[in-house]
């Protein structure tokens, strides 16, 4: 093999590899129901690479025919009597093929309860606002319950029903490796069954336009097993730890003269906005921004004096009245909200 075709080749097995894992990946799933879609999906890529086969082979076949002999180069080209081609390869295989894709799909669909009466009391509130996701664990009393966001646990193999709501506009939620895509209606609950059979992050991400952030309105799924889970409720349902040092309790008095506290909420604390994340055990989340930054000091400063420049058009706006002392003791104050 020459050294270019080798090279091609293995640039083309590098993208069926890659093309088929990683944390976005509908043929990698890590649940039952994206099992199903990932059946379906190599199903439709094997009809569609039939088809274009068959048409390419057609194509093709004129031209290998024709290079036996050049004897009837000048030989007047028939015309008509192509119906029959027409008939078989125009309407009833199409007919056919798109007909069995319509029937899989539709018997896909039909195998995962998304209907409000099909799931009775999700456990899990999901909202969707511009552009990050409101989640608030809804089981037990008054007391049990709590809000968190962009990064939803749940416990590993196991079903979890998800109500999805939307704040504002239509989102979706979709993550690739654990289900299909239910969109989040303005008005209009509606129910999405996840289970994960192995633990792990699973990504997810709006699947539905929805303004200048859409692409930076990601979010984790975090399966973990059940005692780890267990354990993750029990310390989300906590109020917010008290600051202990010094710097850290002069960061909670800035939090709270400065804007934050009309926006955040932080239980526990006077904080008690409602418009954006709730802050609570925001040191205990992985991500910041919807999943856009890695949570660290650096970002979080950045993310408070910046958000503009980092999320265009975003709710949070630049705070940049702080000194750089009423910062730098914000982010050790955030940075302790385990
Ligand atoms: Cu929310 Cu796209």
């Given at each position: 093999m020459s050294r270019m075709r080798c090279l091609t080749a293995i640039a083309v097995a590098a993208l069926l590899v890659t093309g088929c894992s990683g944390e976005m990946s509908t043929l990698d799933p890590a649940g039952e129901a994206a099992?199903?879609?990932?059946?379906?999906?190599?199903?439709?890529?094997?009809?569609?690479?039939?088809?274009a086969a068959a048409?390419?082979?057609?194509?093709l076949w004129p031209v290998v025919r024709r290079r036996r002999g050049s004897f009837d180069e000048h030989a007047p080209v028939g015309i008509g009597g192509g119906e029959p081609w027409i008939l078989v390869g125009g309407f009833a295989v199409p007919f056919v093929v798109l007909a069995g894709v319509f029937v899989a799909g539709l018997q896909t669909m039909s195998a995962y309860p998304l209907q409000n009466g099909a799931i009775p009391a999700p456990e899990i509130v999901v909202t969707g606002n511009q552009w990050w996701w409101r989640v608030n664990y809804v089981a037990g009393p008054p007391a049990m319950q709590f809000e968190t966001a962009n990064e939803i646990h749940i416990p590993v193999d196991t079903l979890v029903d998800i109500e999805v709501r939307s704040a504002d506009v239509i989102h979706s939620f979709w993550v690739p490796r654990l289900h299909g895509k239910v969109d989040l209606i303005p008005g209009m609950p509606n129910r999405i069954r996840l289970h994960a059979e192995r633990a792990g992050v699973y990504r997810g991400q709006c699947a539905e336009f929805?303004?200048?952030q859409h692409?930076?309105?990601?979010?984790?799924?975090?399966?973990?097993?059940?005692?780890?889970?267990?354990?993750?409720?029990?310390h989300q349902r906590r109020p917010a730890r008290i600051?202990?040092?010094e710097e850290a309790r002069h960061g909670l008095g800035v939090f709270n003269a400065s804007a934050c506290s009309m926006c955040h909420t932080i239980r526990g604390t006077g904080a008690r906005g409602r418009i954006g994340p709730d802050l609570t055990h925001l040191a205990s989340r992985r991500t910041l921004a919807a999943n856009t930054l890695v949570n660290n000091r650096a970002n979080l400063m950045a993310w408070v004096t910046h958000a503009q420049s980092l999320k265009p058009e975003v709710e949070m706006p630049n705070i940049t009245q702080m000194t750089g002392e009423e910062l730098r003791v914000l982010a050790t104050f955030l940075e302790e909200l385990e």
């Open positions: 099992e199903t879609l990932r059946n379906l999906s190599w199903g439709v890529y094997g009809a569609f690479l039939a088809v048409v390419f082979g057609l194509i929805c303004g200048a692409a930076h309105m990601s979010f984790l799924v975090i399966a973990q097993p059940m005692d780890e889970y267990a354990a993750w409720l029990d600051p202990e040092s």
